[in-house]
């Protein structure tokens, strides 16, 4: 043995030469019950098996803690004094416990989303709805933006999960595809396109000004990605509300989700058109921080995403 083990006393890691605090809670039950059955109906386990790991803590610490007797348990004078280094040994576990739980409790009082505009309009709502069904005291803020400021919350810390809609993972991020998602192009009625017999050719789209999100935005990345390239914007915005409005106030062409634009096709305030020789389908992802996977209310949002 070593010098630094011998004024360890032993060797190997203190887990190792410190009994376990289900052992220390037996213990100080013998020591308040005086009967070695007792102390082992409290701790829910058999008196074999408490008998058992009092011998096993015996040998663990070279010293008899327990005299036992038809008339019950008595500590020795050793075992007495464990006794009294074991109540301390288990109110700082208690200690550490309930700091523990404190931070759980903080962990699940809040949950921070950062969503792209289309999951933020479109999707979200419904998902944050039967998350507080499910946990009714979690206080949710929701942080919207492009795919790329979603990227920036997230290494930040200043959110707890993200969904984005572009083409690749931002660096810095693990992710999950939750659901799948198609852009089309929409006009409004009175437009030229609207009345054409055959469906528009991929070259011409590339071709054309379109009213756009701005850079960074998921549906752009797309759109450019799938085409090739693109005209200079005919008018750039920042949100895929504004984009729809201004399609429908006729003044241009745009690329909308499938999702964003339901009523206005439904009610003709916009016409769809077909585009042929490019597929305009995209992954809709949650992410989050390479390796730190999402707990609490975060990993249940996540599952209901993909309910």
């Known amino acids: ?95 550490f416990d309930a700091g523990a739980q404190a ?14 505009m289309t999951i933020a309009e479109y999707l979200l709502p419904g998902w944050l709805l039967a998350l507080r069904a499910q946990r009714p005291d979690t206080a949710v803020s929701l942080l919207a933006g492009n795919s790329a400021a979603v990227a920036e919350r997230l290494l930040a810390d200043e959110a707890d999960l993200g969904f984005v809609e572009g083409l690749t993972v931002p660096p810095g991020l693990d992710s999950a595809v939750i659901a799948h998602d198609r852009l089309i192009v929409v006009v409004a009625p009175a437009h030229p396109w609207a009345r054409r017999r055959r469906p528009l050719a991929a070259e011409e789209l590339a071709a054309t000004p379109l009213i756009l999100r701005e850079r960074g935005s998921g549906t752009r990345q797309v759109l450019d990605a799938a085409l090739g390239g693109l005209a200079r914007p005919l008018i750039e915005l920042s949100s895929t509300t504004a984009v729809k409005a201004s399609a429908v106030s006729g003044a241009g062409p745009a690329v909308l989700s499938e999702l964003a634009v339901g009523e206005e096709l439904a009610m003709r305030r916009l016409v769809s058109i077909p585009v042929e020789g490019v597929a305009l389908r995209r992954d809709l992802r949650a992410v989050w921080p390479t390796g730190h996977r999402p707990t609490g209310p975060a990993r249940d949002l996540l599952s209901l995403t993909r309910g």
Request: net charge positive.
């Open 103 to 116: 931070l759980r409790h903080r962990r699940d009082s809040r949950l921070r989303v950062a969503a792209s």
């Open 1 to 95: 043995m070593s010098q630094a083990e011998e004024r360890a006393g032993g060797g190997g890691t203190l887990a190792h030469r410190v009994p376990d605090l289900g052992a220390l809670e037996l213990l100080l039950a013998v020591a308040r019950l005086g009967s070695l059955g007792a102390a082992a109906r409290e701790v829910g386990i058999t008196q074999p098996a408490a008998s058992s790991r009092i011998r096993s803590m015996e040998r663990q610490l070279g010293v008899a803690l327990v005299d036992r007797s038809p008339r019950g348990s008595r500590l020795t004078e050793s075992g007495a004094l464990v006794t009294d280094w074991a109540r301390r040994v288990v109110e700082a576990a208690e200690a």
